[in-house]
């Protein structure tokens, strides 16, 4: 009797989901956001390290569209969550490159100046 053994070489799975886009993929740590008419809340107490890649999860819990705009110590735009409905979750995956006080602020009409900004430090 001859016995063949055959070895099928399972091909590595290595691409399951191959283009995470922008969502997570890679992030250091995720931060969940909450946006209400009109503030944020989940900042407290954020403070970034240099270098390191932030997924920022918005949710707006009030009634109007909100959104979440990064901008770094110099006033340049990082990225930002864009315009999020009542009741949705929208995310971004931002690089927090350089040290420095950084802005956050809610973009849509008069948001801002109804107090939806803050600032956070990246050491
Ligand atoms: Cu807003």
Do not use: I, Q
């Not at 707006?60 to 006033?75: L, W, Y």
């Amino acid at each position: 009797m001859n016995s063949h053994l055959l070895r099928w070489a399972a091909a590595p799975t290595l691409a399951l989901a191959a283009a995470g886009a922008c969502s997570g993929a890679g992030a250091d740590r995720t931060v969940a956001v909450g946006a209400v008419d009109y503030r944020f809340s989940g900042m407290d107490g954020f403070a970034g390290r240099a270098g390191e890649r932030v997924e920022f999860v918005l949710t707006n819990t009030g009634s109007a569209d909100h959104e979440f705009e990064v901008f770094d110590a110099d006033g340049k735009a990082v990225g930002e969550v864009g315009p999020t409905s009542a009741g949705k979750t929208k995310k971004v995956t931002l690089k927090l490159a350089k040290p420095g006080t950084y802005r956050f602020v809610c973009g849509v009409s008069d948001h801002e100046a109804r107090g939806m900004t803050g600032t956070f430090t990246v050491t």
